[in-house]
């Protein structure tokens, strides 16, 4: 009898331990994030970066010159004052070359007015930029109602869409600036039972499978809802 009375208890606590015998599932989609950079205006910021740091160097070496050649005078200068006359051809050509070399200090000194300030700004904006900092118009899940707004919003670094829990959607229409742009991810969704004894949908392997955007960082590793990331260039 003991026996019989063992065998019913343990099968009463398998029976207690099924993971789906009063399970809730819960259908709210899975989340991924995506950054936005703009990567045309980190390059025209560049751009202007090595103009400055062009003009920058090419005083610095025309001022060197001058001084090269100003302390060249005062020693050629010297040795005429103690009778060497071979020195005068030298003085000569040193005071043709001294104005020439002063213009173009003058000249780059002049393009490289506020530079110094200037690059400070440029470079802030740049890690800005490199943030993912931006506003963005709208995003649309394409095949559906789903439309989402951004008028009201600050910009942000980092924006999180949902993915579909029964694979109804994937493509998503982004419009950023008023021009719209496309991205297609593929992945996998899967169940899994949270402490509460949910089973929860989740997404997994999740990668970017084409996108109108100039360029994207696929992800590499925890490729999961709720851990995945994307950047996105354009």
């Not at 970066?49 to 160097?57: A, G, I, K, Q």
């Amino acid at each position: 009898m003991k026996q019989l009375l063992s065998i019913f208890i343990f099968f009463l606590l398998i029976v207690s331990c099924d993971p789906c015998d009063d399970c809730d599932t819960v259908s709210y989609e899975p989340t991924i994030s995506l950054v936005f950079i703009n990567q045309d205006s980190i390059n025209s910021l560049d751009d202007s970066l090595m103009v400055f740091s062009f003009n920058d160097s090419a005083l610095a070496v025309h001022v060197n010159a001058l001084d090269t050649l100003r302390a060249r005078l005062e020693e050629v200068q010297i040795g005429l004052d103690t009778g060497n006359t071979s020195l005068q051809a030298e003085k000569d050509e040193i005071l043709i070359l001294i104005p020439e070399r002063q213009t173009d200090s003058s000249y780059y000194a002049t393009l490289n007015q506020d530079a110094d300030s200037l690059t400070a700004v440029f470079n802030t904006t740049k890690s800005t930029i490199n943030s993912g900092l931006l506003q963005v118009d709208q995003i649309e899940i394409l095949g559906t109602t789903f439309v989402n707004t951004y008028e009201d919003i600050d910009s942000a670094t980092i924006w999180s869409i949902p993915l579909s829990y029964d694979g109804e959607f994937n493509t998503y229409e982004v419009v950023i600036a008023g021009i719209a742009r496309t991205i297609e991810f593929s992945y996998d969704n899967t169940q899994e039972v949270d402490e509460e004894r949910n089973v929860i949908i989740r997404a997994e392997n999740i990668q970017v499978v084409s996108s109108t955007f100039d360029s994207f960082d696929n992800c590499e590793e925890n490729c999961v809802d709720g851990e995945a990331s994307f950047t996105f260039y354009f």
